[in-house]
């Protein structure tokens, strides 16, 4: 979900006209999507290390 954030304030955000002459509006656009690439990175990092969305550990045999 956070891709797909990522992509519309890169797509209708930081490409759209009005914003892109407001600098602004264009820095806080540009901020939002640093923020949401950031998120992108550290839940796959998380998803990487074998973290589940809540941060423990998740195992093969959970809930057995």
């Known amino acids: 979900m956070a891709s797909v954030l990522m992509g ?8 759209h006209p009005a914003i892109a002459v407001k600098p602004e509006w264009f820095a806080l656009a540009a901020q ?3 923020a949401l690439f950031r998120l992108y990175q550290e839940i796959g ?3 990487l290390d074998g973290c589940g969305p809540s941060g423990a550990q998740e195992t093969a045999n959970a809930g057995q």
Not at 8 to 13: C, F, G, M, N
């Open 32 to 34: 939002a999507h640093r």
């Open 45 to 47: 990092a998380a998803h």
């Open 8 to 15: 519309a304030v890169d797509r209708d955000l930081l490409g």
